[in-house]
């Protein structure tokens, strides 16, 4: 059973950076398409970025310059790098991964990410 356990998150101020990550642990990372999602309170689950195993990368309009995802192959990591974070940046950052061929997912416990004004 594929786990995903996240680390990072927590209160920072507007105009801030956080860091988020996220070890998979099981075998065969390079089957997987790495994301983030994110959940504002009262709201949908939204995509935020994602990178797959080459490095190649896409993110949410909302978010493109100011958030970077990477991906460690090595040791089946993900990491997403938040700056200049707003109060429309408050949520929950859940990790995701995708299996590239059958494209079930799997998803980490969550992170909570709160931006004060």
């Known amino acids: 059973q594929l786990e995903l356990v996240e680390s990072g998150g927590g209160l920072v101020q507007a105009g801030g950076s956080l860091r988020l990550s996220c070890v998979l642990s099981?075998?065969?990372?390079?089957?997987?398409?790495m994301h983030w999602y994110r959940q504002a309170p009262g709201k949908q689950r939204d995509y935020v970025a994602r990178?797959?195993?080459?490095?190649?990368?896409n993110y949410a309009d909302s978010v493109k310059g100011r958030f970077t995802i990477s991906r460690d192959n090595a040791k089946s990591t993900v990491s997403l790098q938040m700056n200049s974070l707003g109060p429309e940046d408050t949520g929950v950052y859940y990790c995701?991964?995708?299996?590239?061929?059958?494209?079930?997912?799997?998803w980490g416990q969550g992170s909570h990410v709160t931006v004060s004004s």
């Open positions: 099981g075998n065969l990372y390079s089957i997987y398409i």
């Open positions: 990178v797959n195993f080459v490095g190649a990368k």
């Open positions: 995701n991964a995708q299996n590239r061929y059958t494209g079930q997912k799997y």
